[in-house]
């Protein structure tokens, strides 16, 4: 069989020409002349989404003594449930998110270390920190994080190893997440770009479990989670400086 050549007398640029063109033809040749009708995949689409099951449930509670110790007993009728679904989405999330800030940091020191990566402001309340220290902090309070929501949710006598149907759905959603940052084809900005969406989905997932935890009248839990938001809100500004200062760099570094 003979094989394809791309013609090794050729530029690259004129290679790239070629490939573009072959694009366009093939679009001209093959793509449909009228709108792709979608009626009978949409339909089973929603025989599928009426007939499916939940994703799993919530466990119960697992003692009875910690129903009564904690006033779990005053939740009920008001949607317990929710309030422990979403501590267990959040936990897996703030655990998910301490191996990101591992990950990010075995990258970073890499690229520093190679002195691919131009100098970065870290927070001006940091008090000194340089940036691998920032982002061991940023990984510690995300461990934090998820050990405080342990606590809470054992608390509630729910079980804090259980995985919940939010968090179940919550780690399908962010898989990529992981997958980017520990690519080692990615850059460190794309790196931060990646973390820049955990970070806002962190931000906006504090907000609502204060939210639930404030309906629900656990005032303390109130006040735990109104903290990490705070810290949250410093984790997005951090990421999101790094990667406005990365992408906009006037020298070309591996890491941007
Ligand atoms: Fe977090
Ligand atoms: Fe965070």
Known sequence: MQATTTGDNRTGAATAE???????????????GEPVDTTLADADRSLYILDSEAVGSIPPPVTVQGMLKTGFDKLIGERPEVLLDKLGERLAFERSGTRLYDALMCKYDTLAE???VPPLAVPLDAGGEDVPSTLQRIRNEEHQHFQM???AVRALGGDPTAQTP?????????????QVVTDPRTTLAQSL??????????????ELLIALADEAGEDDLVQQFQRALAE????LVTIKSWLTALVSSPTPTAAA
């Open 18 to 32: 070629d490939g573009v063109r072959a694009m366009l033809e093939a679009n001209a040749r093959w793509a449909p």
């Open 114 to 116: 190679e002195g691919e």
């Open 149 to 151: 929501l342990t606590e």
């Open 166 to 178: 939010c968090a179940d759905v919550g780690a399908t959603a962010s898989m990529g997440i992981l």
């Open 193 to 206: 770009n990646a973390l820049l969406m955990a970070e806002l989905a962190d931000n906006a997932g504090w």
């Open 232 to 235: 949250e809100q410093e984790h």
